[in-house]
């Protein structure tokens, strides 16, 4: 599958919005929540304003035109959150374009984009039955944390 990965103009910041709902991990069998779930002020810290602060940096996937995936990072008192110098990532693709590389592809120049802007590491959150956990060690991130749900994972350049 033929994919670019560009940085999103300021008037598409509004698709992260999509993305974060796509970036809900879902287990099997379980009904999806609905939609306005990412209007809550734990998950609008994803998204408000976004452009605007410290560590704000957004990569798309795109594919035929279509706007496929998402990677972006801020620095934020999120589920990943390690401190104030780091970024936390966010990433998603819709599920008909997973399990084809983009989403390691989308990690990897994200990566690069932090380590060129100075940044010296990245957090995040997963799930532990998530199965973007082995996505995320493949490109460097190490577990640091974990409860009885989520690992707090770290990649430090």
Avoid at 72 to 97: C, N, Q, V
Avoid at 115 to 136: C, D, E, H, P, W
């Amino acid at each position: 599958m033929k994919y670019t990965i560009r940085k999103p103009e300021k008037d598409e910041y509004p698709l992260l919005e999509d993305f974060l709902y796509e970036a809900i991990f879902i287990p099997e069998g379980v009904e999806p929540p609905p939609r306005d779930i990412i209007k809550k002020p734990e998950l609008q810290v994803y998204t408000e304003d976004f452009g605007t602060r410290a560590g704000d940096n957004a990569l798309f996937a795109e594919c035929e035109g279509r706007i496929v995936g998402a990677v972006w990072t801020r620095i934020m008192e999120d589920y990943g959150h390690i401190d104030s110098d780091t970024p936390s990532f966010a990433i998603s693709l819709y599920k008909e374009y997973r399990g084809q590389g983009i989403g390691t592809a989308l990690m990897t120049e994200m990566l690069k984009v932090l380590k060129n802007a100075g940044f010296a590491r990245a957090s995040l959150a997963v799930q532990k039955a998530n199965y973007a956990v082995k996505l995320y060690k493949k490109v460097g991130f190490k577990i640091v944390e974990e409860n009885d749900e989520e690992y707090i994972m770290l990649w430090e350049c």
